[in-house]
């Protein structure tokens, strides 16, 4: 299948000419089209801007949060500790290292999440949002604004995990 631009080229392109005849006896031309054609509806320009300023939201939010944890991180001994006696010190550095744990795993998660938002922004600037990785149809409007960073529709989603 040769590379289609816009939806204008694609109905072009697929464009044939077919004789109808009425009862009449009068003929008709009409121009047929595939359905597939569909598949390369995209979404309006205020559409686009309403998935990007949902996807720069969550990205300025998960930014906060992730630069509050790398600060959180980065503090050495704040909690107050230093006069306590040795075995509540000994209990206190081993939570005190499991939340470090912790926190550095959230960490790890949130600037993959970033990351998603950002390469969704792309997406809108390339002219690929919305558009199912796998079935090349449109991702309902309804799932992006819940999970505006995916790529798949719930459909195709779920066929992936069987």
Known sequence: MKE????????????????????????????????GALDYLKFAEEELKEFEAILL????????????IMETLSKRNDSGTDNTSG???????GADTSERENLSQLAGRLQKYATQLENALI??????????????????KERLRVVPHTQQTIEAKLKRAK
């Open 123 to 140: 997406r809108i600037k390339n002219g690929t949002y919305g558009v199912c990785i796998d079935t090349g149809k449109l991702i309902p």
């Open 4 to 35: 289609v631009k816009s939806f204008s080229d694609y109905i072009l392109s697929n464009l044939t000419d077919f004789e109808f005849s009425s009862a009449s006896g009068m003929a008709f031309k009409y121009p047929k089209f595939e359905l």
């Open 87 to 93: 075995t509540s010190k000994q209990i206190e550095d």
């Open 57 to 68: 939201e969550k990205l300025d939010g998960t930014r906060k949060e992730l630069h509050y």
